[in-house]
């Protein structure tokens, strides 16, 4: 009942002043989208340019280091301008919001003020507690505070998975992930304090580690009804305005078309004036809770409330009636199914939700009869300079035998029996299931492993043996390794390779054909980038039904799955003829990827 009380109090305060709170949010939003992240975009594209770096990831970075010192300090540069952006986007709702609570100033350009004179009085000290404090926070609270600026600060999907199934890993997992949130919420007053009362980093921390010590469980069960009541706000208004299509289908196909338009703006205007509510609303409750556990801190009460301007109230409407009339031509496509292109299926390791033994030649077969666009499957270098078809760079786990593909000759791994998913199936030579894959008719995405104990010429006699085999079978390549892509491009220009990126830094500068990405941090902007670059876009690995239609509205040209029955009925459902009602109700499961396409275009 407390709880109750208290966010009725902070929604109470945010209507007070509904218009100033939604204007300094909707204006920082267009800052940072349409300002910031677009020029430190820019400026990361121009250091790679300029110091001639094709791509930065964890395999490059002893190259950076000893063959572009240059570029590392620069993006290094980067990076610590883009850090203290992120601290000016908080100082500057933190600052707004508490001079509209205190009602001392509601004009832009004093919040503006305020929040550069924050980052005067930032410390190396506290700067240096800033980088723990996000990492430790933001996390934890992204559902209320989030910056575009930090979209890439993510463990990978894949890693958390890998994690998930060692049951010694899973326990660590969740007892540091408790952790983690137990400091967050420690901490959580330490911005607040750093930015109102201009306390040092340092000293922030430990205020907010006395202020929050009787005082958890009244955190928790806050933020928690908080998050709540936004997702039951925009879970209900999604339902009536879905109901609302469904009886709208069934009248002449002009009104059913354009009831459908109206609705997808209305769906994203109350989306965008959530979110905004619930971060502003957020904001409130730590105030609050701060003044009610420190008055010294901050002074909400006001002896006298300054005059507002009535047309202050309307500023919010005219620019959700600006951001409706944008959305208008984006809903008219995306309901003509113009926006939305149908993606390839490929089959992750050649097999669809356990079917048989990865890699191998009889889940090949199977799987084909299910007619993927591409079966994805990996090869490793053998000790005979072969070529096996295998993933994992030790036996063990398939095989049993403790030894490495680089170990052994062909005719040893040929003999191996690979054990998973209750199969048993041989371990298979490139040339053979390449054969199985063209009796089949079925087209391969390669994956080229390399190690440090491959042959010198090892990438010159695959090309020698199988490039043009693959180009007839219109077959294409990939690999981790950056090496492989830029050495069949040489040798072989019309070979089609695609470099696999497992975290999306910086947007690589590169001559593939096309990336194969790790989902956690692709986006809207990657995938808009690499289209106007005439490349494409493999999303992997893509388990779920709401991860794939989130990769469909991201517009990525194919995804790798381990399920393709799942992914070909997604397919269907998103493709196939679907309703109008259909269609909002994909497109409000989707509408935060969507509102980011839209920004992203304009970028």
Request: hydrophobic residues 50%; aromatic residues 10%; proline residues 4%.
């Amino acid at each position: 009942m407390f709880t109750y009380h208290a966010l009725k109090k902070t929604l109470h305060t945010f209507m007070k002043n509904w218009s100033a709170y939604l204007i300094l949010v909707i204006s920082l939003d267009l800052i940072l989208s349409f300002l910031i992240v677009p020029l430190m975009r820019w400026f990361t594209r121009l250091i790679m340019i300029t110091n001639r770096v094709p791509y930065v990831s964890y395999t490059n970075i002893g190259w950076l280091f000893t063959k572009r010192p240059a570029a590392v300090v620069e993006l290094l540069v980067l990076a610590l301008i883009i850090l203290i952006l992120v601290f000016w986007q908080f100082a500057f709702l933190l600052t707004g919001v508490a001079n509209i609570l205190k009602l001392q100033e509601q004009r832009l350009t004093v919040v503006l003020k305020a929040s550069l004179r924050s980052l005067l009085h930032l410390r190396v000290s506290s700067f240096l507690f800033f980088i723990p404090y996000f990492v430790l926070v933001l996390p934890f609270s992204e559902n209320y505070l989030s910056s575009p600026l930090l979209a890439k600060i993510q463990i990978p999907v894949f890693i958390i998975e890998f994690l998930q199934q060692k049951p010694r890993y899973a326990i660590l997992l969740a007892f540091g992930t408790l952790i983690v949130s137990y400091l967050a919420l420690r901490l959580i007053q330490a911005l607040p304090l750093m930015v109102i009362k201009k306390q040092h980093g340092f000293t922030a921390a430990k205020t907010s580690w006395v202020l929050t010590r009787h005082h958890l469980w009244a955190y928790i069960w806050r933020l928690v009804m908080l998050g709540f009541s936004g997702l039951v706000a925009t879970g209900t208004v999604s339902l009536i305005l879905y109901g609302l299509q469904l009886l709208l289908d069934k009248t002449p196909k002009l009104i059913a078309f354009s009831g459908a338009v109206i609705n997808m703006g209305l769906l994203s205007i109350w989306s965008r004036i959530i979110g905004a509510v619930i971060l502003v609303n957020f904001i409130l409750l730590l105030l609050m809770m701060l003044d009610a556990q420190a008055p010294f801190v901050l002074n909400v009460q006001a002896t006298k409330q300054p005059k507002r301007l009535a047309s202050h109230r309307w500023i919010p409407l005219i620019l959700v009636a600006i951001f409706l009339t944008s959305q208008i031509s984006f809903n008219i496509y995306y309901l003509r199914g113009a926006v939305l292109t149908q993606p390839l299926t490929i089959s992750h390791r050649g097999v669809d939700n356990e079917n048989g033994v990865q890699n191998t030649i009889p889940a090949l077969i199977k799987t084909s009869k299910e007619k993927p666009d591409y079966v994805e499957m990996d090869l490793h270098e053998t000790k005979d300079h072969q070529f096996v078809v295998m993933h994992d760079e030790n036996l063990k786990q398939l095989t049993g035998v403790n030894k490495a593909p680089y170990q052994l000759k062909l005719k040893q791994l040929t003999r191996l029996k690979a054990h998973e998913n209750g199969h048993v199936a041989p371990v298979a030579s490139f040339d053979t299931y390449l054969r199985a894959a063209e009796t089949h008719h079925q087209k391969l995405l390669v994956e080229l492993k390399t190690t440090a104990h491959d042959s010198k010429n090892m990438l010159t006699r695959f090309d020698r043996r199988y490039a043009h085999r693959l180009m007839a079978d219109h077959d294409m390549v990939h690999s981790l390794d950056y090496q492989v892509i830029s050495g069949l491009k040489k040798l072989t220009p019309k070979l089609k390779v695609s470099y696999i990126l497992p975290y999306n830094l910086t947007f690589p500068q590169t001559s593939a054909d096309a990336y194969t990405m790790e989902e956690t941090t692709l986006n809207s902007a990657f995938v808009t980038q690499v289209h106007y670059n005439h490349q494409a876009v493999f999303a992997w690995t893509i388990n779920d039904r709401d991860d794939m239609t989130k990769m469909f509205f991201l517009n990525v040209d194919g995804v790798v799955t381990d399920k393709l029955t799942l992914l070909k009925q997604t397919i269907k459902s998103n493709f196939d003829h679907p309703s109008y009602a259909s269609r909002l109700l994909i497109y409000s499961n989707e509408l935060d990827n969507l509102t980011s396409l839209s920004k992203t275009a304009l970028n």
